[in-house]
Every structure is written in C-alpha cells, then in structure tokens.
C-alpha cells in the first residue's frame, strides 16, 4: 500500500504563487509517474502536471509557463510550484501515482486526499 499526504493549499490573490508538495509512503517498490490533477467544482477532475521517474514532465496547457512540476526520488516527494495564479485556478488539487507496492508488486494508481486551492479576483 501507499499513502499520498498532500500540503500547501490555501486562498492566495490573483498574480500571486502557491507551492503544493505531495509526499509518498509504503511499502514502495517503484513509482512510475507522480503528478497533479485538479477537480473544480461540478466540473470533471483534470490533468494539471505528471513527472516520470526519469524526469519527463507533460502540463495541461493552461499551466504551461505558470506552473512547475518537480520530483526528489530521494524522500518520494513531488511539488507543483504555482505562479501567476488566476480565479479559474481555483479547485482541490489532487496528488497522484502510478506505483508498485509491497506485497502485491502490481502497478496501482494512488491518490492523495486533496488541497484546497483558491485564488481571489
């Protein structure tokens, strides 16, 4: 099993910036992909960022030029790194991976519990 603990949300203005950090434990094998999925409300849960183990990042294209996705294999941990956040940013945002767990060895997808991310007009 793996357990996905999320941090960082909160209510920022338009323009600023905002860090979220996901941090992964369990009995880990490997974890293929981390990433970053947002759900507004009464909308669907979309894609923001993804990060492979070898460092191949993808971002929706809303985000690109605003938001970085980074990754220390070291302490299992992702960030997305939020700048000139606008209103229509504004959801849950959602950590996820693609791992291999003990004792099972079979790739799952994980997700954490989610971070609020508001941002005022």
């Known amino acids: 099993q793996l357990q996905l603990v999320e941090s960082g949300g909160g209510l920022v203005q338009a323009g600023g910036s905002l860090r979220l950090s996901c941090a992964a434990s369990?009995?880990?094998?490997?974890?293929?992909?981390m990433g970053w999925y947002r759900q507004a409300p009464e909308e669907q849960r979309e894609l923001v960022a993804t990060?492979?183990?070898?460092?191949?990042?993808n971002y929706r294209d809303s985000v690109k030029g605003r938001f970085t996705i980074s990754r220390d294999h070291a302490k299992n941990t992702v960030y997305l790194q939020m700048n000139s956040l606008q209103p229509d940013d504004t959801a849950v945002y959602f950590c996820?991976?693609?791992?291999?767990?003990?004792?099972?060895?079979?790739?799952?997808?994980?997700w954490g519990q989610g971070a609020q991310v508001a941002v005022s007009s």
């Open positions: 996820y991976a693609d791992a291999t767990t003990i004792p099972t060895l079979v790739s799952n997808n994980y």
């Open positions: 369990g009995s880990i094998v490997r974890i293929r992909v």
């Open positions: 990060i492979t183990s070898g460092g191949t990042t």
